[in-house]
C-alpha cells in the first residue's frame, strides 16, 4: 500500500476519534493530536521523497495553523480546534489543508444555524452580540479583542466540523 494511503486511513481514524471525543467532553486530547502529528512525519519521512514531503508535511501544519489561529485569538474557537488542523495540514500539505478548513468552515456554519434555531430566541440574540463584540474588537484598530460577554451562547463542538470536512475532502479524490 503507497503511504498516500497510509496518511489517508491514519487521518480518517485521528478525525474521526477526535470528533467523538469533542461531542463527548468538549476537548481534543493533546496526546491524539501529538500521536497524529507523529505518524504523518514518519509517513512522510519514509515516502519516495522524504524530503520534499517532510517539507510539504511542514507547510501544511503552519498554513492550518494560521487558518485557524485568528479565531483562536478572538475567542471563537478552541485551542484543540487549532491544533488539530495543524496536524491535518501535516498530513495533507498547504493547499488541500486550505481546501479542508473552508469546507469545515462551511460544515460549521451549518451547524451553527442548527444549533441557533435549536435554542430559539435567546440564543440568537446571545450569538448576535457575542459576534458583535468580537467582531468590534478585531475590526476597530486598537481596540483589542472586545471581551466575551458573561453569557455563553453555547459552546460547538467544532472538531466535528473539522473531521466533516476533512471526511469530505477525503471522498471527493
Not at 503507497?2 to 496518511?7: D, F, G, N, R
Not at 453555547?154 to 471526511?167: Q, R
Request: aromatic share 6%; glycine share 14%; proline share 5%.
Amino acid at each position: 500500500m503507497p503511504i498516500e494511503q497510509y496518511l489517508e486511513t491514519i487521518l480518517l481514524l485521528l478525525v474521526t476519534s477526535a470528533a467523538v471525543n469533542d461531542l463527548a467532553t468538549r476537548r481534543i486530547p493533546n496526546r491524539l493530536l501529538l500521536a497524529g502529528l507523529a505518524s504523518a512525519l514518519l509517513l512522510h519521512l519514509l515516502s519516495a521523497h522524504p524530503g520534499a514531503s517532510f517539507l510539504t508535511a511542514l507547510g501544511g501544519m503552519g498554513v492550518g495553523f494560521a487558518l485557524f489561529l485568528p479565531f483562536y485569538l478572538l475567542r471563537g474557537m478552541a485551542a484543540g480546534d487549532v491544533k488539530m488542523m495543524a496536524v491535518i495540514g501535516a498530513f495533507i500539505g498547504p493547499e488541500d489543508v486550505f481546501v479542508v478548513a473552508v469546507l469545515s468552515w462551511c460544515a460549521g456554519g451549518v451547524m451553527a444555524v442548527l444549533m441557533v434555531l435549536w435554542g430559539g430566541r435567546l440564543r440568537l440574540r446571545l450569538v448576535l452580540g457575542n459576534l458583535g463584540r468580537m467582531l468590534s474588537g478585531a475590526l476597530v484598530p486598537g481596540a483589542g479583542i472586545a471581551p466575551v460577554g458573561r453569557e455563553s451562547a453555547g459552546s460547538m463542538p467544532y472538531g466535528l466540523a473539522i473531521a466533516i470536512g476533512t471526511i469530505a475532502f477525503l471522498t471527493r479524490h
